[in-house]
């Protein structure tokens, strides 16, 4: 929540809970029927339409690997050395909040401009244009509306909540009050809505778009650094088009510099790019993985309790014990880990805090509570355990806690 909260913060929706969903029912049973029901000869399915719900699943699918990829990265090493406290989880919640807003608008869109209908796969020109105008307009806009929600009256009542979120996360990208994340639409709603009224629009250059502003926003906030030097090296100019995650980190922990979108390119000649910019680059790829002072081995329990990890589902994760009708929908997914695990897992970490100046992190055994009750498991789980001392110790470990069925009587005796 921003520290004074302005006009239109709270979503429309907000009140409504889990039930939010429910404002995409008519138009996905619309779709249903415009995919299953009867045509006439001269009836033409309408596959932007269909396919606008598949988008919908595709981003919150692309937003949960790159949380997923982050808190597996940031649990050992991290740009900004901090961990993620309890109420910035619980605010960067309703980060599908955007999605929502982002189907209710295709929707709309759809069924009353009819040049928003029928849209081609691809249009070659519709994809140079919607590059040309976010290269141009958007990044230009952005940057100046960005640094107006840096003056104080705005900042308060609305960039404040997002800027609440210092250390962040793939989804802190997304998290804004109402007002402010509806004038980041109405902004990339430019290359769009032109190639639209141009004629020139296409399922590629609209879903391509909106896929590449998440694919940037998840990158320039997942608090690693993986984008090497010689990409810079070999091609120079790609400095001034596309942003790193150290230089964004830099606008979170400094406030006044880094204010670009994707495109460094207007703080470089606005004079606000931050003076360690490439420093932090090179730090951060060079930064080895942080060395546990304390760690709790731990193990999973029901096939499901991968979406209780930190690494998983936050909304599952808070509360494991209360029944979900969705996890039963996602049954494929948990049998694959499931296999992957008896096959090629590994002991892996699955979360790391600082207490002080103790380093904490957990560590997981890649083996179910049933498990632990086969006798033919046993010598597996024994060396799975035993390697996982073995290894923190060799990092200089301290303490060393077993967790669970860890210390079930035949387990390891040191």
């Known amino acids: 929540m921003a520290?004074?909260?302005?006009?239109?913060?709270d979503w429309p929706w907000k009140h409504l809970g889990g039930f939010k969903y429910a404002t995409l029912a008519p138009w996905v049973g619309g779709s249903m029927y415009n995919l299953l029901g009867e045509k006439g000869e001269n009836d033409k399915r309408d596959i932007f339409y269909i396919m606008i719900m598949p988008f919908?699943?595709?981003?919150?699918?692309?937003?949960?690997?790159?949380?997923t990829i982050s808190r597996h990265q940031t649990a050992k090493t991290r740009i900004v050395d901090k961990s993620i406290e309890f109420d910035q989880v619980d605010r960067e919640s309703n980060w599908d909040d955007q999605i929502l807003l982002n189907g209710i608008a295709f929707y709309i869109f759809n069924m009353t401009m009819e040049r928003a209908s029928h849209l081609p796969f691809w249009r070659t020109d519709g994809i140079v244009i919607t590059i040309l105008l976010h290269i141009g307009p958007v990044e230009f806009l952005y940057y100046w509306l960005h640094r107006a929600l840096h003056h104080h009256y705005l900042y308060s009542r609305y960039h404040s909540h997002h800027h609440s979120s210092v250390a962040t996360e793939p989804i802190s990208s997304v998290t804004h009050p109402f007002a402010e994340l509806l004038s980041y639409?109405?902004?990339?709603?430019?290359?769009?809505?032109?190639?639209?009224?141009?004629?020139t629009a296409s399922m590629v250059s609209l879903f391509g778009y909106i896929t590449y502003i998440d694919l940037m926003n998840n990158m320039g906030h997942c608090n690693f650094e993986f984008i090497?030097?010689?990409l810079f090296s070999f091609f120079p100019p790609l400095k001034y088009l596309m942003y790193t995650p150290s230089y964004h980190?830099?606008?979170?922990?400094?406030f006044r510099t880094n204010y670009s979108l994707f495109m460094p390119i207007y703080d470089y000649i606005y004079g606000t790019m931050d003076?360690?910019?490439?420093?932090l680059h090179e730090d951060s790829l060079m930064r080895q993985e942080e060395l546990p002072d304390?760690?709790?081995?731990?193990h999973l329990t029901m096939p499901d309790s991968i979406y209780h990890l930190r690494l998983g589902?936050?909304?599952y994760a808070s509360k494991p014990h209360t029944p979900k009708w969705c996890i039963w929908l996602m049954w494929p997914v948990t049998c694959w880990s499931m296999i992957m695990t008896c096959l090629c897992g590994r002991t892996f970490t699955t979360g790391s805090n600082t207490f002080k100046k103790l380093n904490l992190q957990s560590w997981a055994i890649p083996r179910y509570s049933i498990q632990y009750l086969h006798e033919w498991e046993r010598d597996q789980i024994n060396k799975l355990i035993e390697d996982a001392i073995l290894e923190a110790e060799a990092r200089g470990t301290k303490v060393l806690s077993l967790g669970l069925l860890n210390q079930a009587r035949g387990r390891i005796e040191w």
């Open 228 to 230: 090497p030097n010689t």
């Open 275 to 279: 003076k360690s910019t490439d420093t």
């Open 294 to 298: 304390v760690i709790h081995l731990t």
């Open 56 to 67: 919908l699943l595709w981003r919150v699918l692309h937003n949960q690997l790159w949380i």
């Open 249 to 254: 980190s830099l606008h979170h922990t400094q």
């Open 185 to 199: 639409f109405l902004l990339f709603a430019i290359p769009m809505m032109t190639t639209v009224f141009s004629g």
């Open 313 to 315: 589902l936050a909304s």
């Open 3 to 9: 520290s004074k909260p302005g006009c239109f913060t």
